[in-house]
Structure formats: structure tokens, C-alpha cells
């Protein structure tokens, strides 16, 4: 029965294969900021509601989810993000320079695919199409602004679809990134990736005339400085296996050349393969801040900011997605040890929820570049959606048997509760008095 549910829904996919194409066009000709994906949002919703569906809106601003199914039969997943970057080289300013248009369209085409034969039903599944706003850790200021305004609480749009409580009952949740072509590489499988969270150090000085009287003032610049060095000097520090990465810049370090520097802006992220680890390379970060303004007896303001946290995927959901990509491409063209030490709110949704991502080539540039275009549709688009829907269709073997085996033997990291406490805890500001107060 499941062999004569995917030819079908295989045999859907591919006669959608030209609108899947045009739909990812279209999603990348109107890249928008996180938590303002407006048009892209009216773009998904027009979609789903040709197919005849009610998609609910407005989750977390920007969000929609669909809905295929039964409530009383385990919940797939298919959950693409929706937000593109900012580009100072691109008219309009902004840019799917991640691939997050071509994640839309994937997971709409799998959807889409799955609601005209009715698989659903005859798999026993409840099948859930969610565009989550907000992924990538950018535009901040706006972003700090809505939370001002208690619009939003936390940064990130599966944040804040968890705070909201959309993934508060059992599910398994799948994933697809796009990636550049490699020699090596055709796709990856349960790639894990770090975690990280975000810090901002603000050195106060005393500001005096370079060079009448240097000696009046208290240089915050050199502060920073000094704590550059300090940071640099933790590298040795840190256990390998943590994949630490800390990569601080300096914002701001004076105004004028002749005036002693009364305030210096250092900001930086701090990743690492587990939340543990992170916490952790946070608090070497910090002595390195404070012996930097202790030096040069400046104050010092730290402020962090939550990030995400590391992605673990789960290996049961992994072996069947893995089995639904050796089917499509060679197996010995995908890697299943794949570990990025960059960072996706994916990581978020994998502390409480059974989560796996496929990563597909068919891409050439680079990965947050503006050349990173999609080079050939049938790979960047179509194989995707085929190994993804291979996967749901393997999870509802036996009525959603495997589904709800790899349900049972989910242990999460986080209740939801101890998951949105870890965050709160994130967001918090120590201050150090020096000689400048």
C-alpha cells in the first residue's frame, strides 16, 4: 500500500514540477527581513488556498501553517523558513541569498503533492506545511524594537512559534537547506550544527585631549583592546570537541583622533556544539572583558543576547530520511557525519521535538553570497522534494507505526518551559563600575 501511495504522490510531484519552479522564482524575486515577510506570506497563503486549504496566519507575525489529516494520528512536519538577508550589492536591498525561497517551495511542493492524492489519510498521518519567520540573526534593531513594543519576546520566528506553544505536542519535524555544489558532497543527512549566543561589551572611558593631557583620561579603546587580546589568549582554552567559535568585532573606538576614547563598542558571538559549551566559552569571554576595563580602569557594560541552540538531530528520523535519499541519489554521495559550525534556529526546534534536515546541492555560489543561485532547477528544487516526500511516506508505514516508534523513543533536551527559562536567562546586562563613574 505505501509503494502505491508514493508512485502516486511522486507521479503529483512531478506533473507540478513547472509551478514548483515558478514558485520558487517568484518567492526569490520578493526576499523580505525576518517578522516583516508580509508578501511572502500572501504568496504561500494564495498557494494553499488554490488546493483548496485553510491556512492559518499571523503565527508570529508572519507565519503559516496548513494542515493535512487527522489530529489523532502522529504529526509530520514540513517546516521551511521564510526570511531572506540583507545585501548592499542587490536593487531592493535584500536577497534569498541562503535559500530559504527554495525551502518554501520544496516543502509547498511536497504538500502540495500529498493533499491531491489524499496521502495523509491513507497514511495515517496528520501532515502539517509551516513557514516560520525570522531565521536569520539579523536586523536586530527592528527586531529589538518589536520585542520593546511586546510584539515579540524573543528573536527568532521558532522561538517565538515555541513561546506561542505551536510545538507543544508530539511531532516529528523535517527539514531542508539548500547548498552549493561540491566535489564531495551531493547532500547531507542529520548534519549537526552549533549553537550560539550573542554578546555586546561597552567600555566606558574618560574622555581628555590626546595629546595636551592623555594622562586625564581613561582609554576606553585600549580597554577593548587589551580584552581582544585577552580573548585571543582563551583560544587554547577551549575542549575541541566544543567547536568553539568566537569572532568578536569592534564597533566603535573613538570619534576623533585627538581626544582620548571615552567609549569603545565590542560585539561578538559566541558559538558552540552544545548549550553547555557555550555558557561555558561565555564566561572565559567575560573575564577577558572585564580584565581588559580592569587594566585600564574603564567601566564596562555587557549585554547578551540569546542565539540559538545547537542542532542535534535525531538519528532515528535520520536513518529514514536517509533511506529516502540513498533512493534518489548515490549513497556514497552523501555525507552523515556533516557538522557546520554555523548556526540555525533548527537547533531550537531539536531540544524538544524528534528533528532532522536534509542539506541538497544544486546550487552554485556561495552560501550567503549574492551568487548563490540555484544552477539546476530539477536538483535544486525537484530532488529535494522527492527524497522529503519519500520520508513521509516511509514514516507512515504500517498506519504510522515508524512515525510513532520514533515518537516514543524521543528523549528532548528541554521541556518547553526549562527550554523558554534558558532563554529568559540569556537576556541580561551586568555592569562594572571603574574609575570613569
Known amino acids: ?35 516583516f515577510e508580509f508578501k511572502t506570506a500572501e504568496t504561500l497563503v494564495s498557494e494553499l488556498m488554490a488546493f483548496g486549504l485553510s491556512p492559518k496566519t499571523g503565527i508570529a507575525r508572519t507565519g503559516v501553517a496548513a494542515e493535512l489529516g487527522n489530529w489523532n494520528t502522529p504529526t509530520i512536519v514540513l517546516l521551511a523558513d521564510m526570511d531572506a538577508l540583507p545585501s548592499q550589492t542587490v536593487p531592493g536591498g535584500n536577497i534569498h541569498s541562503c535559500g530559504h525561497h527554495a525551502q518554501m517551495a520544496v516543502m509547498l511542493g511536497v504538500f502540495r503533492a500529498l493533499a491531491e492524492t489524499r496521502a495523509a489519510e491513507s497514511l495515517g498521518l496528520r501532515i502539517l506545511f509551516v513557514a516560520s519567520p525570522a531565521e536569520e540573526y539579523v536586523d536586530l534593531g527592528r527586531r529589538l524594537e518589536l520585542r520593546r513594543n511586546k510584539e515579540i519576546v524573543y528573536l527568532s520566528g521558532k522561538q517565538e512559534m515555541i513561546r506561542l506553544g505551536f510545538f507543544n505536542t508530539p511531532m516529528l519535524v523535517l527539514k531542508y537547506h539548500s547548498m552549493g555544489d561540491s566535489s564531495n558532497q551531493v547532500a ?54 566544543d567547536h568553539i567559535r568566537v569572532h568578536p568585532i569592534l564597533t566603535q573606538g573613538g570619534t576623533v583622533v585627538n581626544s582620548v576614547p571615552d567609549r569603545a563598542v565590542l560585539e561578538t558571538y559566541i558559538r558552540g556544539a552544545s548549550h553547555e559549551a557555550v555558557l561555558a566559552a561565555a564566561s572565559k569571554i567575560d573575564r577577558s572583558l572585564r580584565a581588559g576595563a580592569l587594566a585600564m580602569g574603564a567601566g564596562l557594560r555587557i549585554a547578551n543576547t540569546p542565539g540559538y541552540q545547537a542542532f542535534d538531530p535525531d538519528p532515528a528520523l535520520g536513518v529514514v530520511l536517509g533511506g529516502a535519499a540513498a533512493a534518489v541519489v548515490n549513497k556514497n554521495d552523501i555525507d552523515f557525519d556533516y557538522h557546520s559550525y554555523a548556526s540555525d534556529d533548527i537547533g531550537d526546534i531539536s531540544c524538544i521535538q524528534p528533528t532532522s534536515q536534509l542539506r541538497f546541492s544544486g546550487f552554485s555560489g556561495d552560501l550567503h553570497s549574492a551568487d548563490f543561485i540555484a544552477k539546476e532547477p530539477e536538483r535544486a528544487y525537484l530532488k529535494p522534494a522527492e527524497i522529503l516526500l519519500r520520508t513521509v511516506v516511509g514514516l507512515g508505514v504500517d498506519d504510522g507505526a515508524v512515525a510513532r516508534r520514533i515518537l516514543a523513543g524521543f528523549t528532548p533536551r528541554f521541556t518547553v518551559s526549562g527550554y523558554l527559562e534558558s532563554l529568559d536567562q540569556l537576556f541580561s546586562t551586568h555592569e562594572y563600575l571603574g574609575e570613569a563613574f
Open 1 to 35: 500500500m505505501a509503494d502505491s501511495i508514493l508512485n502516486k504522490a511522486l507521479s503529483q510531484l512531478q506533473i507540478n514540477s513547472e509551478w514548483l519552479f515558478a514558485l520558487a522564482q517568484r518567492l526569490w524575486n520578493s526576499p523580505e527581513l525576518g517578522f
Open 188 to 241: 547531507t543527512v542529520n548534519g549537526s550544527m552549533n549553537g550560539f549566543m550573542a554578546k555586546r561589551a561597552e567600555f566606558i572611558g574618560r574622555a581628555a585631549h590626546a595629546g595636551a593631557q592623555p594622562e586625564k583620561g581613561i582609554n576606553a579603546l585600549s580597554a577593548a583592546s587589551l580584552a581582544l587580546q585577552a580573548i585571543h589568549s582563551q583560544r587554547e582554552s577551549f575542549i575541541e570537541d
